[in-house]
């Protein structure tokens, strides 16, 4: 393997993302840190989860809007896909595909579901992942702190020729290029993990 590329908060621009809505799919430990910390750095955010879940509940305490899984994919531009790696290929395909047309981006922070063809995303959209290094709690703990946690970034489609520009601004949304972001090959992080 090559040498790895390493991005800094200089390195990305948050105003890429301006106008762009964000649906977080799942709010567990990394979909609520995300949604958080995305929220707080002034992205526009919608959480889905179950409805009526314990997730979607925590989610409507935390002040988010809501919507469900296909109204979330289709209302927005970027589709965070942070529920559990089991449940993505059903919800997936249930609920997600149908929406992913030309200009959509589908973000993952696990590589797992691309790297073995569980998800086939069309060609025609982004399919990026920002990979913490760590669990959701340190995330956001370290955010709070005008800290970050490392991560890894991979694009496995570039349809628009900006996936990498949104990747980047969505990681520092998140803090991690206060601490560095590595470019990897997209199942890097499958396989590391």
Known sequence: MGIMKLYRSR????????GKRIAVLGYGSQGAAQALCFRDSGLDVIVSARKNGP????????????????EAARKCD???????DTSQPEIYYKFIHKHMKRG???????GF???????KPPPSADVIMVAPHGPGKQLRDLYLEGKG???LLAVNNDASGKAEKTALAL????GFTRA???????????YAD
């Open 11 to 18: 390195d990305a621009d948050l105003r890429f993302l301006d």
């Open 55 to 70: 997730s979607w509940r925590r989610a409507s305490t935390d002040g988010f809007e809501l919507a469900e899984f296909s």
């Open 78 to 84: 970027i589709v965070c896909m942070l529920i559990s």
């Open 104 to 110: 959509k981006t589908l973000y993952f922070s696990h």
């Open 113 to 119: 579901n691309i790297t073995y063809g569980f998800i």
């Open 149 to 151: 946690l490392p991560a």
């Open 171 to 174: 990681a520092a949304a998140c």
């Open 180 to 190: 560095g972001v590595f470019k990897a090959p997209f199942n890097n992080e499958t």
